[in-house]
């Protein structure tokens, strides 16, 4: 009865993520979620408590597989098979879902976001350690600038499908060609990077005198020169 149990409240929870990615959060009712797993509106409330309770238990869901799936990929190293681990993602919701609730001015999404930018902070230490990440001097603000940058282009899927034909949240996007519009520049701009070695010294000393003088940004120095 107890596997029986699990298995109902999985069912729930990934109808739910299909849900919340499709009809939004505020299109997302107990309904709904009952019609799409096969259950009724009183058991999804039986199983979590609330439409609150649900969406928490779809955030830890979410977390849980993103974590996996990236601890997984830093600890294959520079071999990473990247188009092997795409068609082996699972859910085919899961970034439809965080498209949908990212949108959200709630205390929940800054909870989500902190607890991805903590996450990422120990994935991306083991791809260092893998070889497959270099080492950075901030291992915290390039945590916070990736996953940031990342949930931005999610929060931003319709101008990524409309200028570039990538759709991030069709659930068949692991397994389109449309896929190679994303992965091209992506994988330019994370492993090419975007500046020249002369103007990343440059930019690094530039931060350094920052550092040390914090009240350079309002004298006469700086005025009107943007950094």
Known sequence: MEIEER???????DAAIECFGTEGIAGTTARKVAA???VSPGSVI??????????????RHVLAVTRDRKQQAMAAGPNFDILDAIRA???????????????D????????????????EIYLAQG???????????????????VLWNLGLLVMHHHL?????????NPDFGTSPEIANYLTPIMELYGDGVFTA??????????????????LRDSNETRGTPI
């Open 161 to 169: 499908n409309r200028l570039l034909g990538a759709d991030l949240t």
């Open 128 to 146: 260092v350690d893998s070889g497959m990440l270099k080492a950075t001097a901030d291992p915290h603000g390039r945590a916070v600038i990736l």
């Open 46 to 59: 039986n199983h979590f408590g609330s439409m609150d309770g649900l969406r928490q238990a779809c955030d």
């Open 105 to 120: 001015d709630a205390p929940a999404v800054a909870e989500l976001v902190d607890a991805m930018v903590a996450d990422a």
């Open 36 to 38: 799409l797993s096969g």
């Open 89 to 103: 993602a699972g859910n085919p919701h899961l970034l439809g879902y965080l498209a949908a609730v990212l949108t």
């Open 198 to 215: 002369d103007f990343i010294q440059n930019a690094r000393a530039a931060m350094a005198t920052l550092a040390e003088r914090p009240n």
């Open 7 to 13: 298995s109902t409240a999985a069912r729930i929870r």
